[in-house]
Nanobody
Framework: QVQLVESGGGLVQAGGSLRLSCAASGTTSSVSVMGWFRRTPGTEREFVAAISRSGGATNYADSVKGRFTISRDTAKNTVYLQMNSLKLEDTAVYYC????????????????????WGQGTQVTVSS
């Protein structure tokens, strides 16, 4: 079992930056891919970004490409999401997720392919 705890959310003006962190504990050796998803009220969780075990491969949703960067510190079992040039539409609850699965990147854009989830952290972008 893997436990995930997110931090770093908050209120920021449009155009600003935030960095989210996700600390993993438990059976972290089983984790292959870690990802970030987000959800706004009344919607399904939306894929944001994912990163491989080594941190050498990443994948992003088109809506955040060029603005967000996912990274991984394997020594600290922590994944980060650096969010720059934030827009109003980035407002959401952001969730960290982990999986022991394998497959191509399409697999890891789907929330049902992740085994463990954090509690979420609110990001609010104001005008």
């Amino acid at each position: 079992q893997v436990q995930l705890v997110e931090s770093g959310g908050g209120l920021v003006q449009a155009g600003g930056s935030l960095r989210l962190s996700c600390a993993a504990s438990g059976t972290t050796s089983s984790v292959s891919v870690m990802g970030w998803f987000r959800r706004t009220p009344g919607t399904e969780r939306e894929f944001v970004a994912a990163i491989s075990r080594s941190g050498g491969a990443t994948n992003y949703a088109d809506s955040v490409k060029g603005r967000f960067t996912i990274s991984r510190d394997t020594a600290k079992n922590t994944v980060y999401l650096q969010m720059n040039s934030l827009k109003l539409e980035d407002t959401a609850v952001y969730y960290c997720a982990a999986t022991a699965g394998s497959g191509d990147w399409f697999v890891f854009t789907r929330s049902y392919n992740y085994d463990s989830w954090g509690q979420g952290t609110q990001v609010t972008v104001s005008s």
